[in-house]
C-alpha cells in the first residue's frame, strides 16, 4: 500500500513557475513508477510525466520542454518543476503510482493502482 500527498499548488500568473510534491508513505518507494495527471475541468484525466526508479522519465508531447519530474528515494518524494505556465495548464494536478513490474512507461490512468488526492493549479492570463 502507499498513500500519497500532493502539494504546491496555488494560483500563479502565465509565464511563472510552480514545483509540486508529492510525499509517499511506506518503505518500498524506490518500487514503483510514480506518475502526474491532470484534470482540467470538464475534461477527462491526462497523463502529464512518469519517473522509473531510477530516474527514467517519459512526458506527454504537450508538456514537453516545460515540465520536470524527478525524484529523491532517500524522502519517498516526486516532484513536477512547471516552467513557463500557461492558463491552459490549469487543472487540478494527481500524483499516481504502480509498481515496476508493470511496466514502463504506462501512461493510461487505469494502470496506475494508487493516487493522491490532488492539487489544483490555476494559471491566470
Known amino acids: 500500500q502507499v498513500q500519497l500527498t500532493e502539494s504546491g499548488g496555488g494560483l500563479v500568473q502565465a509565464g511563472g513557475s510552480l514545483r509540486l510534491s508529492c510525499a509517499a508513505s511506506g518503505r518500498t518507494f524506490s518500487s514503483y513508477v510514480m506518475g502526474w495527471f491532470r484534470q482540467a475541468p470538464g475534461k477527462e484525466r491526462e497523463f502529464v510525466a512518469a519517473i522509473s526508479w531510477s530516474g527514467g522519465t517519459h512526458y506527454a508531447d504537450s508538456v514537453k520542454g516545460r515540465f520536470t519530474i524527478s525524484r529523491d528515494n532517500t524522502k519517498n518524494t516526486v516532484y513536477l518543476q512547471i516552467d513557463s505556465l500557461k492558463p491552459e495548464d490549469t487543472a487540478v494536478y494527481y500524483c499516481?503510482?504502480?509498481?515496476?513490474?508493470?511496466?514502463?512507461?504506462?501512461?493510461?490512468?487505469?494502470?496506475?493502482?494508487?493516487w493522491g488526492q490532488g492539487t489544483q493549479v490555476t494559471v491566470s492570463s
Open positions: 499516481a503510482a504502480y509498481s515496476w513490474r508493470s511496466g514502463w512507461p504506462l501512461s493510461g490512468p487505469d494502470e496506475y493502482d494508487y
